[in-house]
């Protein structure tokens, strides 16, 4: 069985800590050893996209889409493949839904494109379940406001932008709704991450009975 999940929502909206949280609960209450994929990143290809990507000036919206899909063809052919094979726990940080609402909505690429492209990328590897931490865009900005973490091409993107790519996640999540569990990102922490893990739970049911 494929064991496959992803998290998704816009910056800041705290999918990063509860992929965190999950792992060291999966490993303390179960034993499981989780395998993190963030992307862009991953294998060493990959990771040089992130770096041009996140920190490289002037990238025309049609190179980024280009690279974002680049990056995700290697990850799915060097790493996820592999990792599904050999029956283990994997969680995504972002994924197909991160293009379509980021560039198809934010870009305004459309949906068409975008799922063409997927499709090619990801040669029908797609996550079982995907977790999107639904938060405003005011939201969005009032903590990237107070963050401390070191900023990158994505912190200068319009206001607008962000909200075409917040209508995008709702859009997607209302389209898949078998695969999409949307949870309200602005509860407090602890309760988002017990209620990830109890659908985490019952979904690898088989796996963590097997401890």
């Not at 965190?20 to 993190?36: A, Y």
């Not at 996140?54 to 995700?72: D, F, K, P």
């Not at 459309?110 to 938060?135: A, H, W």
């Not at 990102?185 to 893990?197: E, P, V, Y």
Request: with cysteine; charged share 30%.
């Amino acid at each position: 069985m494929q064991r496959l999940i992803s998290f998704e929502g816009l910056d800041y909206s705290g999918k990063t800590s509860q992929i965190r949280l999950l792992e060291q609960s999966l490993k303390k209450k179960f034993n499981k050893e989780v395998q993190i994929i963030r992307e862009p990143g991953g294998p060493a290809i990959s990771e040089l996209i992130r770096e041009i990507l996140l920190h490289h000036e002037g990238i025309n919206s049609i190179t980024e889409l280009l690279l974002y899909q680049a990056s995700r063809a290697q990850v799915v052919s060097e790493t996820l493949r592999p990792l599904i094979d050999e029956n283990e726990l994997v969680i995504l940080d972002r994924y197909i839904d991160s293009t379509t609402a980021y560039q198809g909505y934010g870009r305004h690429f459309g949906c068409e494109l975008i799922e063409r492209l997927n499709k090619l990328s990801t040669q029908g590897v797609m996550p079982k379940k995907t977790f999107y931490l639904d938060i405003s865009v005011d939201t969005m900005c009032e903590r990237k406001a107070s963050a401390t973490r070191t900023k990158d091409r994505w912190d200068l993107v319009s206001r607008e932008f962000y909200d075409r790519t917040h209508q995008g996640y709702l859009a997607i999540a209302k389209s898949n709704p078998d695969r999409v569990i949307t949870i309200d990102g602005t509860k407090d922490m602890m309760k988002i991450h017990d209620l990830i893990l109890n659908h985490v739970k019952e979904l690898w049911k088989d796996f963590m009975e097997s401890v």
